[in-house]
């Protein structure tokens, strides 16, 4: 384990020790609450609040399949926001999975927009395939990723004090 850290430097690090999250975990929680963002964007703009939505999501069983879809991804975000060293066990528990959850909320989510094109043909084609460019992407880089992959096997420990 310690070959894995050999290209890293000291600013890589957290002030537990732990290797700073990879910009993948937030990457693909972005593309995955994308319904979570385009919603806390519309409530916040005092002009227009749904303007952003509306045209974003033309129909309104879009954006509740975006939210549905991102419910797994919120998931995440509260492990993420809990990994610390006196974390519950739960939390400790699911923090190797995390990746999984991750890899589980794209799939779901490009299901959902399969179901969108395919079932209820709210969406076209073309929209389809550029979901699934991206979440074959992201699911290729996050098997990829070897600081993922370190961060998913450290957890947060006390340090003692100086």
């Given at each position: 384990?310690?070959?894995?850290?050999?290209?890293?430097?000291?600013?890589?690090?957290?002030?537990?020790?732990?290797?700073?999250?990879?910009?993948?975990?937030?990457?693909?929680?972005?593309?995955?609450?994308?319904?979570?963002?385009?919603?806390?964007?519309s409530v916040t703009?005092?002009?227009?609040?749904?303007?952003?939505?509306?045209?974003?999501?033309?129909?309104?069983?879009?954006?509740?399949l975006s939210l549905v879809s991102g419910a797994l991804g919120l998931f995440v975000v509260l492990i993420i926001s809990l990994r610390r060293p006196d974390a519950a066990p739960w939390v400790q528990?699911?923090?190797?999975?995390?990746?999984?959850?991750?890899?589980?909320?794209?799939?779901?989510?490009?299901?959902?927009?399969?179901?969108?094109?395919?079932?209820?043909?709210?969406?076209p084609i073309a929209w389809l395939i550029g979901q699934a460019i991206i979440v074959i992407a992201l699911i290729a880089l996050c098997f990829a990723s070897e600081r993922m992959k370190i961060n998913l096997v450290e957890f947060p420990q006390k340090l003692p004090e100086k």
């Open positions: 384990m310690t070959n894995a850290y050999k290209h890293y430097s000291i600013e890589d690090f957290d002030h537990f020790d732990c290797l700073k999250l990879s910009k993948l975990f937030y990457l693909v929680l972005l593309f995955v609450l994308r319904g979570y963002i385009i919603w806390l964007i703009n005092m002009r227009d609040r749904v303007g952003l939505m509306e045209w974003i999501y033309p129909q309104t069983d879009l954006f509740i528990k699911c923090w190797p999975y995390c990746r999984a959850f991750l890899l589980i909320a794209l799939l779901f989510d490009l299901f959902v927009n399969v179901a969108a094109v395919l079932y209820l043909q709210l969406l």
